[in-house]
């Protein structure tokens, strides 16, 4: 396994279970996989879905996880013995409303049985249950008592009521309790007993929408939130974004993890001027470690990644500590001035260009994001100057307050983000630069009419924020969908992104 598989096997999905009836899923998507294991939770604030869009971060999750199949009458150490061994769980022992048969002899059968008692009516499990059960790069992601105290907030008597997927040592299954449906997906080690590497329980994801037309379409898109823009495009021969649908294109929105494509951008300019080269290696080192969304976060200081890697993590899990990897090896001045370059008009609204780590501090920090907001540039870069010395806060420690007025951010308009991924796209077509190609479309694609082919993407979120940018081709025509969700409380993305994918494919309509 490649350094880049490990450490993409290593994310962990987490999402939240609704109060309310949900959509049922349509989960052969061949990116539901993927998509639904790079979600993470609420301290991540850049993820793209995040569950943010199909491969994005979820706003306002709660982390999940699972306890090991308990005996009354066993002994107290064996509480804590994990997963049961292969074999020893039979299809019946397993809560379903379905045959289960296929599963019997797997490994992912332990792993679900263990999971569904875990989030059984007879309460969560004990911290030592859970070290027991998860290898150690799971626990890595996900401290025992933050996923216990999640847990307690979902329990029920849940059964399975459909076998969406077995793949190899992955499983996706779909529960129901009362009025309540979610997605359960979860991986396990090929060990006897097993351990679980992956857990992601998330609400079923509604089917696209379907418009009859764009006024219909924008009706839903600005119901999203209170404050929404957004651009459809048709790009011209000279690449051009030629508007087919928009509200307010030109009006800047929080972009959360979408900024990225910035860096993106910046890192192709330094490739093909020979600064920096795709395999050089860059250093994990405790001041540029961030906090999730990603996996790098994990790598003990002093673990090596190439430029190439730390690129495709940026975009394809919204690594936010590759992300700063990349900023501190380009330089933030470097980024600032490409800004203007990928189509931003006033790159001023983004100086200085902050960190994913400095936005965590930030955050933390109520005194110095006052202090951030009220300064002009030279006094933003001294706040920062003076959190650079600042240990990474406890994620207990963030205020996840949505739709802070002028929080730390990273600010473009959908016209300005359209631009920005017409750039990327032309710029990453030339000599050396297929590990360019590669990170701009790393991220799985929406679920749309399959006579799209997905060219680069990047989506982001965080609490009240929902930002995605697309860039597809049809028929040998680009078009792209760029929009920025702002809103005062947290956004539901299982009732977002089905919107998003049907404005997508309205564009169809305007095919010459």
């Not at 509200?247 to 910035?262: C, I, M, N, V």
């Not at 330089?331 to 994913?356: C, K, L, M, W």
């Not at 870069?381 to 990474?392: I, T």
């Amino acid at each position: 396994m490649s350094n880049r598989d490990r450490r993409l096997s290593a994310v962990r999905a987490t999402a939240t279970i609704p109060n309310s009836s949900a959509h049922h899923a349509s989960p052969e998507h061949p990116s539901r996989w993927r998509s639904l294991a790079t979600s993470v939770a609420a301290v991540a604030l850049l993820a793209a879905c995040d569950g943010g869009g199909p491969g994005e971060e979820v706003e306002d999750p709660a982390q999940v996880e699972a306890e090991p199949d308990e005996q009354d009458e066993a002994p107290a150490d064996d509480a804590a013995a994990g997963l049961a061994a292969v074999g020893e769980t039979a299809p019946d022992d397993v809560p379903s409303e379905v045959d289960l048969d296929a599963l019997e002899g797997l490994p992912v059968l332990s792993g679900l049985a263990w999971v569904l008692e875990a989030i059984g009516p007879q309460g969560p499990p004990e911290p030592a249950e859970v070290e027991a059960a998860l290898n150690d790069e799971f626990l890595q992601m996900a401290p025992p008592e933050v996923l216990i105290d999640q847990l307690a907030q979902i329990q029920g008597e849940w059964s399975v009521v459909s076998l969406i997927e077995v793949e190899g040592d992955r499983l996706a299954v779909e529960i129901a309790w009362e009025d309540e449906q979610a997605q359960l997906m979860l991986e396990v080690t090929d060990e006897d007993p097993p351990e679980l590497a992956m857990l992601g329980i998330a609400p079923p994801m509604g089917d696209p929408a379907e418009f009859e037309d764009w006024d219909e379409a924008e009706q839903a898109l600005t119901g999203l939130g209170d404050e929404v823009v957004y651009l459809a495009a048709r790009i011209d021969d000279d690449g051009v974004c030629e508007p087919i649908a928009s509200h307010e294109p030109d009006q800047r929105g929080p972009l959360a993890s979408t900024f990225k494509l910035y860096v993106l951008g910046a890192l192709i300019d330094a490739v093909e001027e020979g600064r920096i080269g795709w395999e050089d290696e860059l250093e994990i080192t405790e001041q540029l470690v961030s906090l999730p969304s990603g996996v790098l976060q994990t790598e003990d200081p002093g673990t090596m990644v190439t430029v190439a890697e730390a690129a495709e993590l940026m975009i394809e899990v919204s690594d936010n500590t590759g992300t700063d990897l990349l900023i501190d090896l380009l330089g933030r001045e470097t980024i600032e001035d490409a800004q203007a370059d990928y189509g931003h008009t006033d790159p001023s609204v983004n100086r200085p260009f902050i960190t994913t780590r400095e936005m965590f501090q930030l955050s933390a920090s109520p005194e110095d994001t006052e202090a951030f907001v009220a300064a002009d540039e030279d006094g933003r870069r001294q706040v920062l100057e003076g959190l650079a010395d600042q240990p990474l806060p406890d994620p207990a420690e963030l205020q996840l307050e949505p739709s802070l007025p002028q929080q730390p951010e990273w600010y473009a308009s959908p016209a300005e983000m359209c631009d920005a991924l017409v750039a990327i796209d032309e710029a990453s077509t030339g000599q050396d630069m297929q590990p360019a190609r590669e990170a701009f479309g790393a991220e799985p694609p929406p679920r749309i009419d399959d006579e799209w082919a997905l060219i680069g993407a990047k989506a982001g979120g965080q609490p009240g924020v929902h930002a995605q940018a697309w860039l597809l081709d049809r028929d040998d025509t680009r078009y792209a969908f760029t929009i920025s969700i702002d809103h005062d409380d947290h956004i539901d993305t299982t009732q977002l992104i089905p919107v998003l994918e049907g404005a997508v494919n309205l564009m169809a309509d305007d095919l010459p």
